[in-house]
C-alpha cells in the first residue's frame, strides 16, 4: 500500500498513475496556513479530480493545528507565517469536492494520530484489501471458467413434417350426383309428360318431411302436420306402371325409378332450380329466390314457387319462415340428416355382405362420395346389377366406420389400430380426405403420448410405418420415420427397432436425436468430471 503524505509534482500521466496505484490518499494540511491550503486547492485537488475519474481510491482529507485563539502547535507545518486561518466549513467543502473523509487533528500526540487517524485510516486499509481480494477472486474464477471444459449443448431435435388437412367436398359431391344423375330412383314429370327431371329419394328424404311421406318413408301419422300433407297432396302424384317413358339412367333395370307427376306446372318449370339448390347444401335461399325472379319474371308466381319450397322444407310442427331457410338453419339440418339413414334398411338399394353380417346401404350416397363405388355400379362389373355386394379384406367395424364418413363426412376412431385400419379401407377405395383425417388423428395421438408411455406400450411403431408404406401414406410414412428418429433412445431399445429395412435405419441414424457427436461430447464432459473430483456444492 502506498500512502502519499506530501502533494506530488509530476506531470499529469505520472500522476493519475500513482493516484490509480495507491491503496489510500491522505491530503494533510495545516488549519493555520492559508496560504498553502490555497495553492494545495487551486493546482493539485483539480489534478486528484481529474485522475479520480479514471479509478476509485479512497481519499482521507486531515487539517493538523489549532486555529489563533486555541492552544499553539509546535509541529513543523505550523511554525511557518500563518497569516490567517483555514475554516472548518473550507475543509468540508474541498472534502466534498473530492468525495473524501475529513478530519481535523488539533495536534500530532498519540490520541489524534493512534486513536483517531489511525483508526480511519485502518477502516480503509480493511475495505482496500477486501475489495482487492474480492478482484483476485473474480479473476481466478474467470481464468478457470475459460480454462474448463464446458458441458456440451443439446441442440433442438428437428421439426417433424407438417401435414396440412384436406378441405370438405361433401355439398359438391351430393351436386355432382344430381348433374350426372347416376343411380337415379325418382323420376319427375309435368302432367303432360313432356319432361323428365331425375333424382334420389335418399338425398330428398334427407332434407324434406314431405318427400319421406311421398315416398313413404313415413306415414301422415308420424308427420303430425296437416300443411306438409296438403302440399305433398296437392303437388305431386306418386303414379306406377309402364304407361310413364323409362328415365334414360337408373338403377338396376330390375327396380325402376318412382315415376312422380307434379301437378303445378309454375313449380314444374322452376324444379331443376330446386333440385340444384336441395343437393347443393339447401343453404343457397338468396340464390334460389334470383333464380326463379329471372325465370319467372312474375312476382305472384315467384312468391307462390318460394312458399312451396318453405313448405317442402318445413320442420313438422313449427312455423315456416324466411329465417328458417337461411343458410345456417338448412346447412345444419343437412350436414346431419344423411345420418338418419345411415346402416338402415329405409331406402337401401344395396346390401354389403361383409364377415357373415349384411351392411344395408344406398348406391346414391356411395356413388357421390366414392369415385372407386361410382365406377363398380356403373360400369361392367357384378356389382352394377346385384343387390348383394361381398366385401373383403376389412373388417365389419372398420367398413361401417368408412359408410359412416360417406354418410356424415365424419369420422372418430376409437384407437390408433382402429384408425390405421380404416386408413388402409379409404385407400382401398381412394377416399383420400378419409385417409388425411385418419393421418391426423395418428400423429395426433402419438404426439400426445408421454415418454414413459412410448417407452412401454406394446403398440408397434414400426408395424404402423410398413403398413402406412404399403399402402401408400406417404405422409404418415415419413413422419413416423421421424418419429422414431426423435425418439431414438426410446425406439432403439425396442426388439421392433431391428425390423427397420437398411434404407430405414440410415434415414433414422442421419436424424436422430440426441446425436451421436452429443453423445460422444457428454460422455468426455462426464469422464472429465469425475477426473477432477467435481461435486455439487449446496449453498
Not at 479520480?52 to 499553539?72: D, E, Q, T, W, Y
Not at 502547535?73 to 473550507?90: I, K, N
Not at 324434406?208 to 297432396?233: C, G, N
Not at 301437378?263 to 347443393?280: A, G, N, Q, R
Request: aromatic letters at 10%; glycine letters at 2%; one cysteine or more.
Amino acid at each position: 500500500m502506498q500512502v502519499y503524505q506530501d502533494i506530488f509534482d509530476s506531470d499529469w500521466y505520472t500522476s493519475r498513475s500513482l493516484i490509480g496505484g495507491a491503496d489510500i490518499i491522505v491530503i494533510k494540511y495545516s488549519v493555520n496556513d492559508k496560504t498553502s491550503f490555497q495553492e494545495l486547492k487551486d493546482s493539485y485537488v483539480p489534478m486528484i479530480k481529474k485522475a479520480l475519474n479514471h479509478c476509485s481510491v479512497p481519499v482521507i482529507i486531515s487539517a493538523i493545528g489549532a486555529r489563533k485563539n486555541g492552544v499553539p502547535c509546535t509541529c513543523p507545518l505550523c511554525t511557518s507565517d500563518r497569516r490567517s486561518c483555514v475554516t472548518t466549513s473550507e475543509g468540508v467543502q474541498l472534502a466534498k469536492e473530492l468525495g473524501a473523509t475529513y478530519l481535523e487533528l488539533h495536534t500530532l500526540n498519540d490520541f489524534y494520530i493512534q486513536k483517531y487517524f489511525g483508526g480511519v485510516l485502518e477502516y480503509f486499509m480493511i475495505q482496500s484489501l477486501n475489495q482487492k481480494s474480492s478482484e483476485k477472486m473474480k479473476k481466478r474464477k474467470k481464468m478457470q471458467k475459460c480454462h474448463r471444459v464446458q458441458p456440451p449443448q443439446l441442440e433442438q431435435p428437428e421439426k417433424m413434417p407438417i401435414l396440412k388437412g384436406e378441405a370438405s367436398h361433401y355439398d359438391a359431391d351430393l351436386h355432382n350426383l344430381l348433374c350426372c344423375c347416376q343411380c337415379a330412383d325418382v323420376a319427375f314429370y309435368p302432367e303432360d309428360l313432356s319432361t323428365v327431371v331425375e333424382a334420389h329419394k335418399i338425398i330428398l328424404c334427407s332434407v324434406s318431411h314431405l318427400f319421406m311421406l311421398l315416398f313413404e318413408v313415413k306415414s301422415p301419422a308420424d308427420i303430425h302436420d296437416a300443411s306438409i300433407v296438403r302440399t305433398a297432396q296437392s303437388l305431386f302424384a306418386v303414379e306406377a306402371g309402364a304407361a310413364f317413358p323409362l328415365a334414360p339412367r337408373g338403377i338396376p333395370p330390375c327396380v325402376p325409378p318412382v315415376r312422380v307427376v307434379v301437378k303445378d306446372s309454375v313449380f314444374c318449370s322452376c324444379l331443376p332450380d330446386i333440385l340444384h339448390f336441395i343437393y347443393s347444401g339447401a343453404f343457397q335461399w338468396e340464390r334460389l329466390e334470383e333464380d326463379i325472379k329471372k325465370k319467372l319474371k312474375d312476382p305472384e308466381k315467384t312468391e307462390h314457387v318460394l312458399e312451396k319450397v318453405k313448405c317442402i322444407l318445413k320442420t313438422p310442427g313449427k312455423l315456416n319462415t324466411v329465417k328458417d331457410c337461411r343458410s345456417h338453419q338448412i346447412k345444419r339440418l343437412y350436414n346431419t340428416s344423411l345420418r338418419l339413414f345411415f346402416n338402415t334398411p329405409v331406402l337401401a338399394d344395396v346390401i354389403f355382405k361383409i364377415q357373415g353380417a349384411t351392411v344395408p346401404a344406398h348406391r346414391a350416397v356411395l356413388v357421390a362420395r366414392c369415385e372407386v363405388m361410382a365406377a363398380m355400379f356403373n360400369g361392367n362389373y357384378l356389382e352394377a346389377n346385384s343387390i348383394l355386394v361381398p366385401v373383403y379384406g376389412v373388417s365389419k367395424d372398420t367398413f361401417l366406420s368408412f359408410l359412416e364418413y360417406l354418410y356424415t363426412d365424419s369420422c372418430c376412431p376409437a384407437s390408433i389400430l382402429q384408425a390405421m385400419s380404416l386408413l388402409i379401407c379409404a385407400e382401398m377405395y381412394q377416399v383420400m380426405r378419409l385417409q388425411h383425417i385418419c393421418e391426423l388423428y395418428i400423429i395426433t395421438q402419438l404426439q400426445s403420448m408421454p415418454s414413459r408411455e412410448l417407452a412401454s406400450t406394446s403398440l408397434s411403431i414400426v408395424s404402423l410405418l410398413k403398413k402406412a408404406k404399403f399402402h401408400n401414406s406417404d405422409c404418415l410414412s415419413t413422419w413416423l420415420l421421424h418419429f422414431i428418429a426423435t425418439n431414438y433412445l426410446i425406439f432403439s431399445q425396442k426388439p421392433e427397432f431391428q425390423d427397420l429395412s437398411v434404407e430405414e435405419r440410415n434415414f433414422v441414424e442421419m436424424h436422430r436425436w440426441p446425436s451421436n457427436l452429443y453423445l460422444k461430447q457428454l460422455a468426455d464432459y462426464r469422464n472429465y468430471v469425475h477426473s477432477q473430483k467435481c461435486h455439487c456444492t449446496v449453498m
